[in-house]
């Protein structure tokens, strides 16, 4: 039975130990990654605990309400979210697991402008990072 050693998604090492590995396992690991996407999400939520939960790798907003939120998904170090806001309103970013999102407590969570993106990269402490992408291609 032939399987990948690597998902697509990058959450699961290579086995350890010496071994040959199938070059177009290689390819396909590494070539062109297919990631999760959710496209037209509508925020929810005014805290941490009712806020839209992110489960895509990437997710785009369509409505966005006043004082609306995501949380982002509790993943392993070295994990990414990308989340665009083509909302009308501010969104609010917060994290569920008591980390923090660029120093900010993440049940406060960050906010993510209109018309923005960014990318959310969880650190090996747990904590969280983000960075804004830029302008949309014209």
Not at 37 to 47: E, I, K, M, Y
Not at 106 to 135: E, I, K, N
Request: charged share 15%; no cysteine; glycine share 12%.
């Amino acid at each position: 039975e032939r399987r990948p050693l690597v998902a697509k998604s990058f959450n699961q090492p290579f086995t350890p130990g010496p071994r040959l590995i199938d070059g177009s396992d290689l390819n396909s690991a590494f070539g062109q990654p297919v990631l999760s996407t959710a496209d037209d999400a509508v925020a929810t939520g005014t805290t941490v605990a009712d806020a839209y939960p992110l489960l895509a790798a990437v997710t785009r907003f369509g409505t966005v309400a006043a004082s609306t939120g995501a949380k982002l998904k509790n993943l392993p170090a070295g994990g990414v979210q990308v989340v665009y806001n083509a909302g009308a309103s501010t969104l609010t970013v917060y994290d569920a697991s008591g980390s923090t999102i660029d120093g900010t407590a993440g049940a406060t969570g960050v906010s993510l402008s209109a018309a923005s993106r960014a990318q959310f990269t969880r650190l090996a402490g747990g904590d969280w990072v983000s960075a804004l992408l830029g302008a949309v291609s014209s």
